[in-house]
């Protein structure tokens, strides 16, 4: 079992930033891949980012890449999620998860844990 809490989310306005936490415990963090997702209301979750086990390589939703920036620290068992030039579309509760699929998935049936979730307002 993987326990994943996240953190770091709230209200900002258009063009700010925020930076997301996903603290994980449990199995050792290093043996999975980690992505984020985020669902908007009434909308299915989507992908946002993924990043493999060693952290050397990510992958990103054409709606966030060039302004979200995926990262981990295996040491510190986290993975986070840098939000820039963020919009009123990015609102949203974000997911961290973690998969066995060593490269990251941007599937959501290839995760097998899932935080709780952070919401992110962004004003207009």
């Known amino acids: 079992q993987v326990q994943l809490v996240e953190s770091g989310g709230g209200l900002v306005q258009s063009g700010g930033s925020l930076r997301l936490s996903c603290a994980a415990s449990g199995r050792t963090f290093s043996q999975y891949a980690m992505g984020w997702f985020r669902q908007a209301p009434g909308k299915e979750r989507e992908f946002v980012a993924t990043i493999n086990r060693s952290g050397g390589t990510a992958y990103y939703a054409d709606s966030v890449k060039g302004r979200f920036t995926i990262s981990r620290d295996n040491a510190k068992n986290t993975v986070y999620l840098q939000m820039n030039s963020l919009k009123p579309e990015d609102t949203a509760v974000y997911y961290c998860?973690?998969?066995?699929?060593?490269?990251?998935?941007?599937?959501?049936?290839?995760?097998?844990?899932w935080g709780q979730g952070t919401l992110v307002t962004v004003s207009s």
């Open positions: 998860a973690a998969s066995v699929y060593s490269g990251g998935s941007s599937f959501r049936d290839q995760y097998d844990y």
